[in-house]
Protein backbone atom coordinates (compact mmCIF):
# COMPACT_ATOMS: atom_id res chain seq x y z
CA UNK A 1 0.00 0.00 0.00
CA UNK A 2 1.20 3.78 -0.73
CA UNK A 3 0.96 6.30 1.43
CA UNK A 4 -1.94 7.98 -0.31
CA UNK A 5 -4.04 4.35 0.27
CA UNK A 6 -3.62 4.23 4.06
CA UNK A 7 -3.98 7.55 4.29
CA UNK A 8 -7.45 7.28 2.36
CA UNK A 9 -8.06 3.91 4.72
CA UNK A 10 -7.45 6.34 7.56
CA UNK A 11 -9.56 8.68 6.52
CA UNK A 12 -13.00 5.68 5.71
CA UNK A 13 -11.84 4.65 9.88
CA UNK A 14 -11.37 8.03 11.20
CA UNK A 15 -14.76 9.87 9.76
CA UNK A 16 -16.72 6.77 10.53
CA UNK A 17 -15.15 6.76 14.19
CA UNK A 18 -15.70 10.51 14.75
CA UNK A 19 -19.73 9.58 13.89
CA UNK A 20 -19.60 7.02 16.14
CA UNK A 21 -18.03 8.82 18.78
CA UNK A 22 -19.35 12.34 18.76
CA UNK A 23 -22.68 11.86 17.54
CA UNK A 24 -25.22 11.47 20.27
CA UNK A 25 -28.23 8.30 19.99
CA UNK A 26 -30.87 11.08 20.18
CA UNK A 27 -29.30 13.35 17.25
CA UNK A 28 -28.62 10.85 15.09
CA UNK A 29 -31.03 12.05 12.35
CA UNK A 30 -30.09 15.18 12.59
CA UNK A 31 -26.35 13.95 11.76
CA UNK A 32 -27.77 12.48 8.99
CA UNK A 33 -29.82 15.27 7.69
CA UNK A 34 -26.48 17.45 8.34
CA UNK A 35 -24.51 14.66 6.61
CA UNK A 36 -26.64 14.58 3.75
CA UNK A 37 -26.99 17.99 2.75
CA UNK A 38 -23.06 18.35 3.02
CA UNK A 39 -23.16 15.60 0.45
CA UNK A 40 -25.12 17.21 -2.14
CA UNK A 41 -22.76 20.18 -1.85
CA UNK A 42 -19.56 19.08 -1.49
CA UNK A 43 -20.13 16.74 -4.54
CA UNK A 44 -21.57 19.38 -6.67
CA UNK A 45 -18.79 21.59 -5.92
CA UNK A 46 -16.24 19.06 -5.82
CA UNK A 47 -17.20 17.83 -9.47
CA UNK A 48 -16.76 21.64 -10.66
CA UNK A 49 -13.90 21.96 -9.77
CA UNK A 50 -12.39 19.07 -10.91
CA UNK A 51 -14.49 19.26 -14.40
CA UNK A 52 -13.06 23.08 -14.74
CA UNK A 53 -9.29 21.58 -14.26
CA UNK A 54 -9.09 23.81 -10.92
CA UNK A 55 -8.29 20.56 -8.84
CA UNK A 56 -6.89 17.58 -9.45
CA UNK A 57 -6.67 14.31 -7.34
CA UNK A 58 -4.17 11.58 -8.62
CA UNK A 59 -5.18 8.87 -5.93
CA UNK A 60 -8.56 8.10 -5.37
CA UNK A 61 -11.06 6.05 -5.24
CA UNK A 62 -12.84 4.79 -8.06
CA UNK A 63 -10.84 5.93 -10.68
CA UNK A 64 -12.94 5.06 -13.50
CA UNK A 65 -16.31 6.69 -12.25
CA UNK A 66 -14.80 10.20 -10.67
CA UNK A 67 -11.81 12.47 -11.44
CA UNK A 68 -13.28 13.60 -8.20
CA UNK A 69 -12.19 12.43 -4.41
CA UNK A 70 -15.06 10.35 -3.66
CA UNK A 71 -13.34 9.59 0.28
CA UNK A 72 -13.53 13.59 1.32
CA UNK A 73 -16.14 14.68 -0.47
CA UNK A 74 -18.88 11.77 -0.21
CA UNK A 75 -18.09 11.26 3.60
CA UNK A 76 -14.77 12.77 5.64
CA UNK A 77 -16.33 16.54 5.08
CA UNK A 78 -20.09 15.47 5.24
CA UNK A 79 -19.18 13.60 8.80
CA UNK A 80 -17.50 16.70 10.09
CA UNK A 81 -20.02 18.84 9.01
CA UNK A 82 -23.04 16.88 11.26
CA UNK A 83 -20.80 16.83 13.87
CA UNK A 84 -20.72 20.93 12.98
CA UNK A 85 -24.66 21.03 13.15
CA UNK A 86 -24.93 18.55 16.20
CA UNK A 87 -23.17 20.59 18.01
CA UNK A 88 -23.64 24.09 16.83
CA UNK A 89 -23.25 26.56 19.50
CA UNK A 90 -26.62 27.92 19.18
CA UNK A 91 -26.86 30.00 22.76
CA UNK A 92 -23.63 31.55 22.01
CA UNK A 93 -22.39 35.06 20.74
CA UNK A 94 -21.99 35.88 17.26
CA UNK A 95 -18.25 36.01 17.21
CA UNK A 96 -18.21 32.66 19.01
CA UNK A 97 -20.50 31.07 16.52
CA UNK A 98 -17.85 32.64 13.84
CA UNK A 99 -15.48 31.30 15.70
CA UNK A 100 -16.53 27.71 15.91
CA UNK A 101 -17.47 28.05 11.63
CA UNK A 102 -13.84 29.36 11.34
CA UNK A 103 -12.26 27.12 13.19
CA UNK A 104 -13.86 23.73 11.80
CA UNK A 105 -13.13 25.86 8.35
CA UNK A 106 -9.34 26.20 9.37
CA UNK A 107 -8.61 22.93 10.57
CA UNK A 108 -9.62 21.25 7.24
CA UNK A 109 -8.31 23.71 5.29
CA UNK A 110 -4.74 23.18 7.28
CA UNK A 111 -5.12 19.45 6.69
CA UNK A 112 -5.83 19.53 3.09
CA UNK A 113 -2.82 22.17 2.29
CA UNK A 114 -0.64 19.35 3.77
CA UNK A 115 -1.72 16.62 1.75
CA UNK A 116 -1.62 18.92 -0.90
CA UNK A 117 2.25 19.30 -0.22
CA UNK A 118 3.16 16.18 0.70
CA UNK A 119 1.35 13.59 -0.95
CA UNK A 120 -0.66 12.71 -4.50
CA UNK A 121 -4.15 12.73 -2.97
CA UNK A 122 -4.81 16.41 -4.19
CA UNK A 123 -3.07 19.16 -6.87
CA UNK A 124 -3.74 22.26 -6.97
CA UNK A 125 -3.48 23.49 -10.52
CA UNK A 126 -5.85 26.73 -10.60
CA UNK A 127 -6.67 26.84 -6.79
CA UNK A 128 -5.39 28.01 -3.53
CA UNK A 129 -5.75 27.42 0.13
CA UNK A 130 -8.06 30.59 0.68
CA UNK A 131 -10.76 29.10 -1.77
CA UNK A 132 -10.93 26.01 -0.35
CA UNK A 133 -11.38 28.11 2.87
CA UNK A 134 -14.63 30.31 1.63
CA UNK A 135 -16.09 27.08 -0.68
CA UNK A 136 -15.65 24.97 3.18
CA UNK A 137 -17.04 28.26 5.59
CA UNK A 138 -19.91 28.83 3.10
CA UNK A 139 -20.96 25.31 2.94
CA UNK A 140 -20.69 24.72 6.30
CA UNK A 141 -23.10 27.88 6.40
CA UNK A 142 -25.34 26.47 3.88
CA UNK A 143 -25.44 23.50 5.25
CA UNK A 144 -26.32 24.91 8.96
CA UNK A 145 -29.02 27.45 7.20
CA UNK A 146 -30.48 24.07 5.99
CA UNK A 147 -30.59 22.24 9.24
CA UNK A 148 -32.06 24.61 11.06
CA UNK A 149 -34.59 25.37 8.16
CA UNK A 150 -35.45 21.29 8.91
CA UNK A 151 -35.45 20.84 11.99
CA UNK A 152 -37.56 23.86 12.71
CA UNK A 153 -40.41 22.58 10.58
CA UNK A 154 -40.26 19.29 12.32
CA UNK A 155 -40.13 20.87 15.74
CA UNK A 156 -43.10 23.33 15.26
CA UNK A 157 -44.91 20.93 13.09
CA UNK A 158 -45.17 23.55 10.49
CA UNK A 159 -45.68 22.43 7.02
CA UNK A 160 -45.31 26.11 5.19
Known amino acids: MTMEQIILVLAWVISISILLIFIPKDKIRNAIVAFQFKQVLTWLFGLAVVQMRMIEYPVRLFDYASRASFT ?74 FYKWFFRKINTGHTK
Open 72 to 145: FEFLAYPAICAIFNVHYPEGKSKIAQFGYYALYTSVITVTEVILERYTNLIVYIHWSWYWTWITLFTTFFLSHL
